[in-house]
């Protein structure tokens, strides 16, 4: 093997270490007709996501989540709602088995009198990413990483579904040092053939 050819190796590798890795999107639709249950389960792409609805209405905790053909909402005892809502201070937690970027959420049932916080657990606690945000879809700038979304409702106006959320696998940075291991024992051995 030349030099030229080993420059080229290294040079390959130096630029699959450096580019940041191509992975498609991961959409997670949340609509259905499943109605009410304790929390959801979903699958994508080898992504595993639980839904749970929570209420800070004077601590009262956990509440369901329903499922219609229009998304995600919370829903729970006295509350006349099936949407995330003010009326009992909602919010849903969206819980991933592995760390992933957070690219976008989809709402259905939203218009301008309907803020939210958006918050991101990156493994020390929540982050507030976004305050009283009302746009439709949200998309996270720059992508933030995490493994637990936290969308909450804001004032007793707000009420919403989430139709889908989009996220990113993470990129493992050992696979570029491992070909560039690889790489160097194949030169190693070649050269020891040689010599």
Not at 71 to 93: I, N
Not at 132 to 139: E, K, V
Not at 172 to 180: C, D, R, S
Request: charged share 15%; with cysteine.
């Amino acid at each position: 093997m030349k030099l030229s050819t080993f420059a080229a190796a290294g040079t390959a590798a130096f630029l699959c270490m450096a580019a940041p890795a191509a992975y498609a999107a991961t959409v997670f639709d949340l609509t259905g007709t499943g109605g009410t249950d304790s929390s959801y389960d979903f699958n994508e792409d080898g992504i595993g996501l639980t839904v749970t609805g929570m209420r800070d209405f004077f601590g009262w905790g956990s509440a369901d989540i329903h499922q219609t053909n229009e998304g995600l909402g919370v829903t729970g005892w006295l509350d006349t709602s099936d949407e995330a809502d003010g009326q009992f201070d909602e919010y849903m937690l969206f819980s991933f088995d592995q760390d992933v970027s957070m690219m976008e959420i989809a709402f259905n049932h939203i218009d301008s009198d309907d803020p939210y916080n958006i918050y991101v657990d990156s493994g020390s606690g929540f982050t507030l990413v976004d305050a009283n945000a009302m746009t439709n879809p949200y998309t996270f700038s720059p992508f933030l990483t995490g493994n637990t979304l936290k969308v909450a409702v804001t004032d007793n106006s707000s009420a919403f579904r989430i139709a889908s959320v989009t996220v990113n696998t993470v990129p493992v940075p050992a696979a570029g040092v491992l070909l560039l291991a690889g790489l160097g024992s194949l030169a190693a051995v070649r050269r020891r053939r040689k010599h």
